[in-house]
């Protein structure tokens, strides 16, 4: 199997070739405001660079969110529009989940910004979710007890104990290839959506 794994939902960027022996390839990076939309031209690149052939690839997976709003509705447009190019396997990964398998030995509350001083947040215990994605405003956050994760930096926030987490090549190839096992495949690559949240809750509001 050789798989293409994406991120743009949350900074950093990522794009990944890996198969089942080993990383062929990651690029992770923070893009600025003037090329936010360059991991195709990296992808591209980068495949370039270690002459493999598009036709090679088995799977693709994208993190659909929830993350920026923007980036990710790119992401996974980018994703699937590829997949059913080639044809291919889609996968989705939730942003929350893959931060809390880079600390799948403890119970965290996983976040990410949402924008407006509210975050994107889920609880886990040892990898396994407790929650369901939420947004959370700041005060809940300083009232948290527990650990808080994030690949992003909030160490500037009055949270009792927070930890900034990198992104692991290999905790995402391991990740991406433990849903590839369970065939979690997206039924029809055209029809997959960003997690977005905010709107849902503007929605449901409206409804009440």
């Known amino acids: 199997m050789n798989c293409l794994f994406l991120n743009q939902a949350f900074y950093p960027t990522v794009s990944m070739l890996f198969s089942e022996e080993k990383i062929h390839y990651s690029v992770i990076q923070y893009p600025n405001d ?60 939730n942003s929350l989940e893959l931060i809390a398998r880079h600390r799948d030995k403890e119970s965290i509350l996983a976040i990410l910004s949402a924008g407006r001083k509210e975050y994107f947040g889920a609880l886990f215990e040892k990898g396994v979710r407790k929650s369901e994605d939420r947004i959370l405003a700041i005060q809940e956050l300083e009232e948290f007890n527990g650990k808080i994760v994030s690949f992003e930096d909030w160490s500037n926030l009055n949270l009792k104990d927070f930890e900034k987490v990198y992104v692991n090549p290999e905790v995402v190839r391991e990740f991406s290839y433990d849903l590839i096992r369970r065939e979690e495949f997206v039924s029809d690559p055209l029809s997959l959506k960003p997690i977005y949240l905010r709107a849902e809750d503007k929605l449901f509001k409206k409804m009440r």
């Open 34 to 93: 003037e090329s936010p939309n360059n991991l195709l031209y990296i992808t591209k690149v980068m495949f370039d660079l270690i002459k493999f052939e598009r036709k090679n690839l088995t799977h693709i997976v994208v993190v659909n969110g929830p993350g920026s709003f923007t980036g990710t509705r790119i992401g996974v447009v980018d994703a699937k529009i590829l997949a059913f190019a080639l044809n291919i396997p889609l996968v989705a990964v």
